[in-house]
């Protein structure tokens, strides 16, 4: 399909541009002719990574809404040349929910091409986020690919944890994201799983009856010393 460069005003684009994705986004419809027919209200998830978003995704699921965390989004972005391009018609594929770090990069995207989708900021403490984030860094057993390292970077600065800067860059990402959507006036909830918010916030955002079973809490993260 068709890679475009990130924007966050998807009207600022040359019309060249406009006319690859709107064919990028009718081929995609082609192959997944159920997207015709269904009008399911988009998600995105669009808090930094240990913020309770793999317990999010479970969440979603036990909701009935088809989510992925992480490994579909990720095939929504590709670098080039340290720069982010995007293929926004992957949104239109199986899933009707997107959670993890590369959807919370290409948020300002998501929201030009779809202002009618619903989006949710997890937060946590930023001391015990770092402490969870540093064991997640350490503990990978696999080479991250360029289009990894390079979200990595964007988001969250070196590819060795760093408190001063990762925290620096946690704290940027959150406040960004409530004053853009302050301004924008979307579809924005906020969510602290870690500090037990769960179905009595989630539920009414999104118009779902509360199943009275437990919030998933998932993903806890293990100290094994290795590196990126």
């Not at 972005?77 to 199986?94: T, W």
């Not at 946590?124 to 080479?143: G, L, N, V």
């Amino acid at each position: 399909m068709f890679y475009i460069p990130e924007t966050d005003n998807f009207n600022k684009y040359p019309f060249r541009l406009k006319v690859l994705f709107y064919l990028n986004m009718f081929l995609q419809r082609l192959l997944s002719p159920n997207c015709f027919f269904k009008k399911n209200t988009k998600i995105f998830c669009i808090g930094l990574s240990k913020t309770g978003t793999t317990s999010l995704t479970r969440a979603l699921e036990i909701l009935g809404i088809r989510a992925s965390h992480y490994y579909y989004p990720l095939r929504m972005i590709k670098e080039k040349n340290r720069k982010i391009f995007v293929d926004l018609s992957k949104v239109f594929g199986a899933f009707d929910a997107f959670v993890d770090t590369p959807v919370a990069r290409i948020y300002k995207m998501l929201y030009e091409t779809f202002p009618e989708a619903k989006f949710i900021l997890t937060v946590r403490d930023e001391e015990s986020w770092f402490e969870s984030f540093e064991r997640h860094c350490i503990s990978r057993s696999f080479i991250p690919s360029k289009t990894e390292i390079q979200l990595h970077r964007d988001l969250y600065g070196p590819i060795e944890p760093d408190r001063k800067t990762n925290i620096a860059r946690y704290k940027y990402h959150n406040r960004e994201v409530m004053e853009f959507f302050n301004k924008k006036g979307g579809n924005l909830l906020v969510m602290n799983i870690i500090k037990g918010d769960g179905w009595e916030k989630l539920c009414p955002f999104l118009s779902k009856k509360d199943l009275g079973v437990p919030f998933p809490k998932m993903n806890v993260s293990h100290v094994k010393k290795t590196s990126w």
